[in-house]
């Protein structure tokens, strides 16, 4: 059974960073992408960065330079590094992943639970 386990959640000040996680299990190869979204309260999901296993990536408005997605793809993890942190940046993250779809959709096969950052002082 595939999961994915985000990590690395929290509360930090304005300013702060942090860095999230997401290891994935349960799949017999390495996934093909793996990205990261994020949601607020009454809002829609929000795509924030992809990254393939070539290691290409791509971002979206969300954070502008302020998130960098990585990946260590003999842990099976994916990472967000987030800096210089905002209050509107407050949402659960979640991680997506999918063996054969990258770069064209947003549409993922497989999704974790999410991990919570709150940005406040």
């Known amino acids: 059974q595939v999961q994915l386990v985000e990590s690395g959640g929290g509360q930090v000040q304005p300013g702060g960073s942090l860095r999230l996680s997401c290891k994935a299990s349960?799949?017999?190869?390495?996934?093909?992408?793996m990205a990261w979204f994020r949601q607020t309260p009454g809002q829609e999901r929000e795509a924030v960065a992809r990254i393939n296993t070539e290691g290409s990536t791509s971002y979206t408005q969300a954070m502008g330079d302020r998130g960098t997605i990585s990946r260590d793809g003999a842990k099976n993890t994916a990472y967000l590094q987030l800096n210089n942190l905002k209050p509107e940046d407050t949402a659960m993250y979640f991680c997506?992943?999918?063996?054969?779809?990258?770069?064209?959709?947003?549409?993922?096969?497989?999704w974790g639970q999410g991990t919570q950052v709150t940005v406040s002082s």
């Open positions: 349960g799949h017999t190869d390495s996934f093909y992408c």
């Open positions: 997506a992943a999918d063996a054969v779809l990258c770069f064209g959709t947003w549409e993922y096969e497989y």
